[in-house]
């Protein structure tokens, strides 16, 4: 399935006309996850799921499901292309705390994100899985988000989010401190901890020369991308 393109011949010229599926898996990703903030107890009202469209086209997500915790996203709900979408235990929480408007999952006691792990599956409203990771409160996985009050976050939408090894801890550290813990994490936004792995990324890949080499005085830096 996905996009088909056709010829429509005329007597004055040729008209190209798209077709769209509308099964078409959407590209979405799990991009950033609060399983474990500071709040304690089995009631963590600061638990949420950050969606991402990092697609070229806007999605429609009227009665996707979610598995992991339970929730069907409302009819007529659309993710922007380059949007985030939040979807928390509290909505009201989320957006006391973050400023962010968040959709709010199925209330309940038990409803909640696992402290150790588990997958998450959002799926389509005909069944098809749009994006699924188990998380971990283990190695690889990043520690800070085992108890310390940090979010895991995702900074390349097209890397395979089930490895360890793609997500990071949060860097986007609040205000606000819980039980000793300083709550840090980004919904909605691309988490700082993603613009300093680029510029990580930018300084590996770039050629620093320093001349005249050696030298007892001035000297010169010379930047070059590589």
Request: glycine content about 8%; some cysteine; hydrophobic content about 35%.
């Given at each position: 399935?996905?996009?088909?393109?056709?010829?429509?011949?005329?007597?004055?010229?040729?008209?190209?006309?798209?077709?769209?599926?509308?099964?078409?898996?959407?590209?979405?990703?799990?991009?950033?996850i609060?399983?474990?903030?500071?709040?304690?107890?089995?009631?963590?009202?600061?638990?949420?799921?950050?969606?991402?469209?990092?697609?070229?086209?806007?999605?429609?997500?009227?009665?996707?499901t979610?598995?992991?915790?339970?929730?069907?996203?409302?009819?007529?709900?659309?993710?922007?292309?380059?949007?985030?979408?939040v979807?928390?235990?509290?909505?009201?929480?989320?957006?006391?705390?973050?400023?962010?408007?968040?959709l709010?999952?199925?209330?309940?006691?038990?409803?909640?994100?696992?402290?150790?792990?588990?997958?998450?599956?959002?799926?389509?409203?005909?069944?098809?899985?749009?994006?699924?990771?188990?998380?971990?409160?283990?190695?690889?996985?990043?520690?800070?988000?085992?108890?310390?009050?940090?979010?895991?976050?995702?900074?390349?939408?097209n890397?395979?989010?089930?490895?360890?090894?793609?997500?990071?801890?949060?860097?986007?550290?609040?205000?606000?401190?819980?039980?000793?813990?300083?709550?840090?994490?980004?919904?909605?936004?691309?988490?700082?901890?993603?613009?300093?792995?680029?510029?990580?990324?930018?300084?590996?890949?770039?050629?620093?020369?320093?001349?005249?080499n050696?030298?007892?005085?001035?000297?010169?830096?010379?930047?070059?991308?590589?």
């Amino acid at each position: 399935s996905g996009n088909a393109t056709g010829i429509i011949e005329s007597s004055k010229s040729n008209l190209e006309v798209q077709f769209f599926d509308p099964f078409t898996v959407p590209e979405i990703v799990f991009s950033e996850i609060m399983y474990r903030s500071p709040v304690s107890g089995n009631n963590d009202s600061l638990e949420y799921i950050e969606l991402f469209n990092f697609g070229t086209i806007d999605a429609d997500l009227s009665n996707y499901t979610f598995s992991g915790i339970t929730y069907t996203i409302p009819n007529g709900t659309i993710l922007v292309s380059g949007q985030y979408l939040v979807v928390a235990k509290n909505a009201s929480t989320i957006l006391n705390m973050f400023g962010v408007t968040a959709l709010q999952w199925n209330t309940g006691s038990t409803n909640n994100l696992s402290n150790t792990g588990e997958a998450v599956v959002l799926r389509t409203f005909w069944g098809a899985t749009v994006d699924s990771v188990f998380y971990s409160s283990t190695a690889p996985w990043p520690a800070q988000a085992a108890g310390n009050g940090t979010s895991i976050a995702l900074c390349d939408p097209n890397s395979d989010n089930t490895l360890a090894s793609n997500w990071a801890a949060s860097a986007s550290v609040t205000t606000y401190i819980i039980n000793a813990k300083t709550l840090t994490g980004s919904p909605g936004t691309e988490d700082i901890v993603c613009s300093v792995e680029v510029l990580t990324d930018r300084i590996k890949e770039t050629s620093i020369t320093v001349f005249p080499n050696p030298s007892t005085g001035k000297f010169t830096f010379q930047i070059e991308d590589s």
